[in-house]
Structure formats: structure tokens, C-alpha cells
């Protein structure tokens, strides 16, 4: 059973910055795709960054475009989210998710994921 373990969520002004990380215990982490999803209160779990194995194909989101970077480093076991400019929409639980090297796969799609970690809170004030 892998586990991911979230990290470096709070609470920031509008404009600010913040850097999540998510740690994951499998030992082939350098073989799994990783993505960022958030949930905010009534609303629908959505992918916000997405990075393959690779690290060649990556996915965001529209809204976060520009402002928001996914990155990976294999050696730390550890995926991470940059989030800068962040704004009050922005405030959701902030979820990673794993899923081992299959194949192509939609990175934006939930249903596709294998592995889940708790999530951390972010909240942006205006």
C-alpha cells in the first residue's frame, strides 16, 4: 500500500505564496504519475497540476495557469506544488494523488488514480 502524505498548506493573504509537497513510501516512486487536485466547500474535486513518470508531459489547469508549478524529485520520493498570486478562489483542501506507469491516461481525470493522501488546507484571504 503506498502512502502520500501532504504538506505546506495555510494561511495566506491574496498576492502571497505558498509550497506544497507530498511524500510518498513507494519505492518506485520515479515510475508513478502525480497530480495535484483541490476541493473546495460544495464544489468538485478538480486536477490542478499533473506531471507523468517522465516529467515530459505535464497538465494544469486553466485557473492556475502561469501561477501554480508541479515539480518532482525522485531521489526525495516528494512531488510538489508552487503556488504563487494565489487568490481567495484558490482556498480548498489540496489533495495528491499517485498512480503507477500504465500507459497514457487523462492526468485531469480523478477516476484514474490510485493512491490518495489526506489532504492540506489552504486558505488565501483577500
Known amino acids: 500500500q503506498v502512502q502520500l502524505v501532504e504538506s505546506g498548506g495555510g494561511l495566506v493573504q491574496a498576492g502571497g505564496s505558498l509550497r506544497l509537497s507530498c511524500a510518498a513510501s513507494?519505492?518506485?516512486?520515479?515510475?508513478?504519475?502525480m497530480g495535484w487536485f483541490r476541493q473546495a466547500p460544495g464544489k468538485e474535486r478538480e486536477c490542478v497540476a499533473a506531471v507523468y513518470w517522465g516529467g515530459d508531459t505535464l497538465y494544469y489547469a486553466d485557473s492556475v495557469k502561469g501561477r501554480f508549478t508541479i515539480s518532482r524529485d525522485n531521489a526525495k520520493n516528494t512531488v510538489y506544488l508552487q503556488m504563487n498570486s494565489l487568490k481567495p478562489e484558490d482556498t480548498a483542501v489540496y489533495y495528491c494523488?499517485?498512480?503507477?506507469?500504465?500507459?497514457?491516461?487523462?492526468?485531469?481525470?480523478?477516476?484514474?488514480?490510485?493512491?490518495w493522501g489526506r489532504g492540506t488546507q489552504v486558505t488565501v484571504s483577500s
Open positions: 513507494a519505492r518506485t516512486f520515479s515510475t508513478y504519475t
Open positions: 494523488a499517485g498512480r503507477p506507469s500504465s500507459g497514457w491516461f487523462p492526468l485531469k481525470e480523478k477516476g484514474y488514480y490510485d493512491y
